[in-house]
């Protein structure tokens, strides 16, 4: 069996340990690899190259992918989807490994219901938003990054008695916001779903300066709308930029937007730290390089056994199989101001969120440094 592999959407620690396992398994098993080179453009436009054990010696440390990636949707390209069937066939594939977020399944999702397209799906993402699966790898590494980030500016928050704002990645989820806030000791954290106002967060500032704290950590996520007690709220994205194929704003700039915030309404000098790519760089963290290993291992399976429209997906701790359908089902966060818009006990966005999760200690989002041994 010929067998293609790609990776799209934003590039993610572990890609390289999944590529390596669907190789290494593939091969064993005497299937011949394909690929596809920068997602699903390389269908699109016909971008193949050869794939063996050579090709993938050592990759399973490295960050980044080996098959490059863009965001093309074939659905928004002239003739995509026609393209994409055709070099298929034309190219002798007879499975496809699809690697990606939600985008990039949501699509091979479509081309299997819609062409019968013979593809398995393996989920990717830092923001740990995916239906169907209940971790994502890369969100380790991501959330490592920024716990690592923020304790280096404790000192110079100290030092200098400000107040620093730290923004990391996330879209429209906090997880990664929450889970290095907690890490890391901050102060306030400030997340789309569960948002709390501007005002909210300077009084925090205010009561912990006059008990002699002049110095404090906010983790705010990038997807975080500012919402004040008037009941105003306002998405901070980079308009110039506008959207990309999936039709995605592109987010920025929160970070600031808040600093100025706090800064005029409060006095308190304030500065900003912007993660931003730093968090989907690099080697990716032993639970990671597991974590996409076992998504690969999995992957390879499913191929092989031609139980294609599915996805290797984690629940608990087994690797199982879901269909591409409920995989890339949305999870509708990005449309949710509040948390209060929906039904916490039994709505599946509640489940996904931090505080649905059962498991997930429930503190609340100010005061973190009653919580914390630091000061």
């Known amino acids: 069996m010929r067998i293609g592999i790609l990776t799209g959407g934003g590039d993610c620690p572990g890609l390289n340990a999944v590529i390596r396992a669907v190789v290494r398994r593939s091969t064993d098993r005497g299937h011949e690899m394909v690929a596809v080179r920068d997602g699903w453009k390389g269908l ?7 794939l063996g054990r050579r090709e993938v010696s050592g990759i399973l440390p490295r960050g980044g992918t080996i098959l490059g990636t863009t965001r093309t949707n074939p659905y928004k390209v002239e003739d995509g989807v026609e393209s994409v069937l055709r070099h298929f066939s034309d190219e002798g594939l007879e499975a496809l490994v699809a690697i990606g977020g939600e985008d990039t399944l949501g699509v091979a999702a479509r081309l299997h219901h819609e062409h019968a397209l013979p593809v398995v799906g393996v ?29 280096r500016l404790h000192t110079t928050a100290e030092s200098h008695n400000r107040v620093m704002v730290v923004e990391v990645m996330g879209r429209h989820t906090g997880w990664t916001a929450v889970m290095s806030g907690i890490a890391g000791g901050a102060d306030v954290i400030m997340i789309p779903e569960q948002p709390i106002t501007v005002e909210d967060a ?26 004040y007690e008037s009941g105003e709220h306002r998405l901070v994205a980079d308009e110039a930029r506008a959207t990309d194929q999936f039709d995605h704003v592109v987010l920025g700039g929160v970070g600031d937007a808040l600093a100025r915030e706090i800064e005029e309404r409060t006095g308190f000098e304030t500065r900003v730290t912007v993660l931003g790519h730093v968090q989907r760089g690099g080697t990716p963290t032993p639970r990671d390089r597991v974590l996409a290993t076992r998504f690969g291992l999995k992957a390879a399976d499913l191929a092989h056994e031609r139980r294609f429209g599915r996805m290797a997906a984690l629940r608990g701790d087994t690797i199982v199989d879901v269909s591409l359908a409920e995989a890339t089902r949305e999870l ?11 039904d916490r006990t039994s709505s599946p966005e509640w489940r996904k969120s931090p505080w649905g999760n059962p498991s997930f200690p429930t503190y609340p989002l100010l005061g973190w440094n009653a919580l914390q041994e630091r000061g």
């Open 123 to 151: 989920p990717k993402t830092i923001d740990n938003d995916l239906s169907g699966t209940d971790y994502t790898f890369g969100f380790d590494t991501a959330v490592s990054i920024a716990t690592e980030a923020i304790d």
């Open 332 to 342: 509708g966060l990005s449309r949710i101001r509040t948390a209060q818009r929906y």
């Open 202 to 227: 300077c009084r925090e500032l205010a009561k912990r300066h006059d008990g002699g704290k002049d110095f404090s950590i906010i983790v705010v996520s990038e997807g975080y709308e500012l919402t």
């Open 44 to 50: 699109t436009e016909g971008i193949f190259a050869p």
